[in-house]
T-cell receptor, first 115, second 115 residues
Framework: ETGVTQTPRHLVMGMTNKKSLKCEQHLGHNAMYWYKQSAKKPLELMFVYSLEERVENNSVPSRFSPECPNSSHLFLHLHTLQPEDSALYLC??????????????FGSGTRLTVV | AQTVTQSQPEMSVQEAETVTLSCTYDTSENNYYLFWYKQPPSRQMILVIRQEAYKQQNATENRFSVNFQKAAKSFSLKISDSQLGDTAMYFCAFTLNFGNEKLTFGTGTRLTIIP
């Protein structure tokens, strides 16, 4: 068990669909993150939540909508995506917002394909 | 802003040999942490090793060690006695040691261990 669980593992959606990615952690961490991983690019930080409050949104298009109902769960709601949004979406958690001590704990990601 | 550069997109090495992955970073700060993460085909990012910038001694974790050259802003990863299970993407990451700083990643190096 990784400690951070992401579902679904794979997702194929049309550009007019609405879907959601789910992330769950039972490590007692109080910060959670969404990253986008595209080929040959550095991981791109999308959103940061600390104590269920969004503390950062890195200029992500509004077709991506995060939700953090409690410190253990994080969602990424998707609607009217574009083909260039196809990527691996990684969720991570950490204790506090400063990952200096032990970095992040990551999930296995959701491979998203937009057709 | 901090940047992390991994100049080797792909590498391969024979099993049991030693391989070194390179990473350079750019920052004007003095207090920070560096990490190497491994991402195997299962996709979960796993922390391999961590280095605190104020420590001169290079970090070591079993077969994994780093060569940290602070003045040169270089942070290479050496894998000794490489094993087939070491086949993965390897990401170098950086974070400052204060406030709500986040991990900044490089583009990764795909390492293949050849039987």
């Amino acid at each position: 068990e990784t400690g951070v669980t992401q579902t679904p593992r794979h997702l194929v959606m049309g550009m007019t669909n609405k879907k959601s990615l789910k992330c769950e952690q039972h490590l007692g961490h109080n910060a959670m993150y969404w990253y986008k991983q595209s080929a040959k690019k550095p991981l791109e930080l999308m959103f940061v939540y600390s104590l269920e409050e969004r503390v950062e949104n890195n200029s992500v298009p509004s077709r991506f909508s995060p939700e953090c109902p409690n410190s253990s769960h994080l969602f990424l709601h998707l609607h009217t995506l574009q083909p260039e949004d196809s990527a691996l979406y990684l969720c991570a958690s950490s204790q506090d917002k400063a990952p200096a001590n032990y970095g992040y704990t990551f999930g296995s990601g959701t491979r998203l394909t937009v057709v | 802003a901090q940047t992390v550069t991994q100049s080797q997109p792909e590498m391969s090495v024979q099993e049991a040999e030693t391989v070194t992955l390179s990473c350079t970073y750019d920052t004007s700060e003095n207090n920070y942490y560096l990490f190497w993460y491994k991402q195997p085909p299962s996709r979960q990012m796993i922390l391999v090793i961590r280095q605190e910038a104020y420590k001169q001694q290079n970090a070591t974790e079993n077969r994994f060690s780093v060569n940290f050259q602070k003045a040169a802003k270089s942070f290479s990863l050496k894998i000794s006695d490489s094993q087939l299970g070491d086949t993965a993407m390897y990401f170098c990451a950086f974070t400052l040691n204060f406030g709500n700083e986040k991990l900044t990643f490089g583009t990764g190096t795909r390492l293949t261990i050849i039987p």
